[in-house]
Every structure is written in structure tokens, then in C-alpha cells.
């Protein structure tokens, strides 16, 4: 039920793009950086977790969390890394409750 109910939004978004209050521009202009953000973020653990796993034994021995803390650089960076996760995080929550929102008012006024 879930997955209809958000194709007819996706539908009605598509069909009605030249109403949409986000237009293209300005959406993108809007959160381009929160979605860099979140992929410096993501490409920062992937990176950490592969050196975690990787062969250099100066991090082996330790807990899954402090072979990640180490691979990382340290405890402040582990903690820089955990609040940019939670920063991008509520900002595409946030982005995404704006087309959420939209798309609805679109429906509703139908």
C-alpha cells in the first residue's frame, strides 16, 4: 500500500512538474551541499572501515569501534565524523519532508 501511495505522488510530481513548488533550480541551488556533505561523510567511514579491515596490523587486537576510532585518526576525528553523520542526517530528512510535503499539497489540491 505504502509503495502506491508514493508512486501516485511520484506521478502526480511528474505530471504536474511545472507546478511544483521546487523548481529544479532553485531545489538543487538549496541542498547540492547537503548532499556533498553526505557523500564526504560516507566516503570518510568507507574509507576508515577499509583501513579497519585492511593489513596494517598496528590496528588489529582491537575492538571493532576502536579499530574504526583508529583508522579514523583518533577520538576527535570519530566524533567530527559522528556529528557530520547526524548533521546530514536531519537535513535530508529535512529535504525530504519538503518534497513530501509538496507532493501531498499537489494531491490534495487534485
Known sequence: MTATILQAIADTVKE???DFDLKREEFWKTWTKVLEA?????E???KAVKRAKGKDKSGKGREV???LCWALGGEDQMKELEDGLEKSCEQ?????QVVQMSAIRL???R
Open 16 to 18: 504536474n512538474a511545472h
Open 38 to 42: 553526505c557523500k564526504d561523510n560516507y
Open 44 to 46: 570518510t567511514l568507507e
Open 65 to 67: 569501534w576502536d579499530r
Open 92 to 96: 535530508v530528512m529535512m529535504m525530504h
Open 107 to 109: 494531491v490534495a489540491q
